[in-house]
């Protein structure tokens, strides 16, 4: 019944929105985060999430994946969208053990069955390749370079499929030549495999570069805004 | 030596405490909780103190205590640096408490030395098979968890945010690691149990890179300082434990050249 509704709703629909919400808003006690948001993501877009610090970009991307409660409003995920987050901070020392393919396995379920396995040996392949870390693959994650690293948080986010990826602010520590690389590969996968890329961050020139269209926090409300319209006093911290 | 009852009591028992103390090593040690499981050992002296006081077995004195401090440590904050700051002020409140109990019950202070330095004499068979079934429990459990526990022991932040159910792994594992610190204490003593539960661990890490091998490196050093450690005792007559956090302190040295060396070459 649920799955033949969507159907339809499909067909009727000029531009298929993967995530929707409706006068959405949160609070922790008293404190308002955010309120009355409204906004569409279709499907296969590469959007950027922009704001201030503190403006509720993550709170937003929690609740998009179920690990913080709305407070009131809708927030419609496509059912058939599962999502990938690469998390901002990761607690990755230099005697961090595991070897990158060791590190991207993580993610993976367990299983005894060898079909399974030898799948699961393939996916891992394919993901390493896609990601560009198939010759890299043995160097223990502790000792790769930053890139290296969001590469390797990328590919074990690839793992269960993702058709929404949203990136909390990969690129912050990066230099200029490996962020373009990184927004490169992202950028492929986002055109080659229809990903919908949700890209939080503070950067003003990847924002032009790469996306769309961003979402701009401003005060407690969110603006859709076009990517020509972006402009650089957006991105000035805490105001 | 085997010659004696005493010793094959002690050689199975440390057999399955080593290998219990290398699996849950290595988690201890991804899960940076060294330092919780130096405090477990302490409580777990109070615990078979407390044990020894009201007439129950130190042993079960010992996972009352560490259980409870376990899953009360779990559902702490997990802000690490106030997790740090009131775990050892719980930890020398325990200290107290042991000392306390020991004081108040008629045992001699020589069962007291047993629970704090180990001995390898004054394991009973019936004792044996009580850690066998613990340390079968705990090899279970970590089948049973093996894959989300690697998962959110490895890349907790990865994990969250894959949607495991962090909480619940995290007191699955306290359990264990409780149970490990009680099971571990009965031959290598409460002061020191914390020596098999992160050193082995931490040595593997510099030498391997994947998680079953980490498990097995970890084992088999742990294995090894407790036979090793058995085989010494009995020769000299030496405390077992010296012989055994000897072994593990120089192999931890060891592999922490052997990294910086292939970090050089």
Known sequence: MDGRQYYTDRKDSEEIAVIEAKDLTKRFGKQLVFENLN?????????????P??????????IMMGLEK??????????????????????????????IEQFVRLNLKFTISPTKRRENNELIKTILAKTKLTELKDRPLGLASGGEKQKAYLAQSLLNDPKILILDESTA????????????????????????VIFITHDYELTKKYTSRALFFKGKTLEEVKVSDVSEDMFEMGS | MFGYEFMKEAFIASTF???TAGLVGVFVVSRNMSFLSHTLSEIGF???????LVGISPLAGMILFTLVSSIAVGSLSTESSRREASISAISSLFIGLGILFLSLSSESSSYATNILFGSIVGISSKEVNQLMILALFVIFVFIIFYKPLSFDSFDHIGARAAGLPTRLLSIAFLVTLALSVSIGAQIVGSLLVFVLLTLPGATAKYVVHTVPKLIMVSVGLSLAGVWLGLYLAFVTNWPVTFFISAFEV?????????KNWKLNH
């Open chain 1, 39 to 51: 906004f569409k993501i279709p499907d296969g877009e590469f959007i950027s999430l922009i704001g």
């Open chain 1, 53 to 62: 610090n503190g403006s509720g970009k993550t709170t937003l991307v929690k």
């Open chain 1, 70 to 99: 709305k407070t009131s409003g809708e927030l419609k995920i496509d059912k058939s969208q599962t999502i990938g987050y690469v998390p901002q901070f990761r607690n990755i020392d230099l005697d961090y053990p595991l070897d």
């Open chain 1, 173 to 196: 520590s990066l230099d200029v030549e490996v962020k373009m690389q990184l927004m490169d590969l992202v950028k492929e996968l986002n055109e080659k495999y229809n990903l919908t």
């Open chain 2, 17 to 19: 405490i080593a290998i």
């Open chain 2, 46 to 52: 109070a615990g078979a103190a407390f044990g020894i």
């Open chain 2, 250 to 258: 120089i192999a931890y040295f060891l592999g922490l050249s052997y």
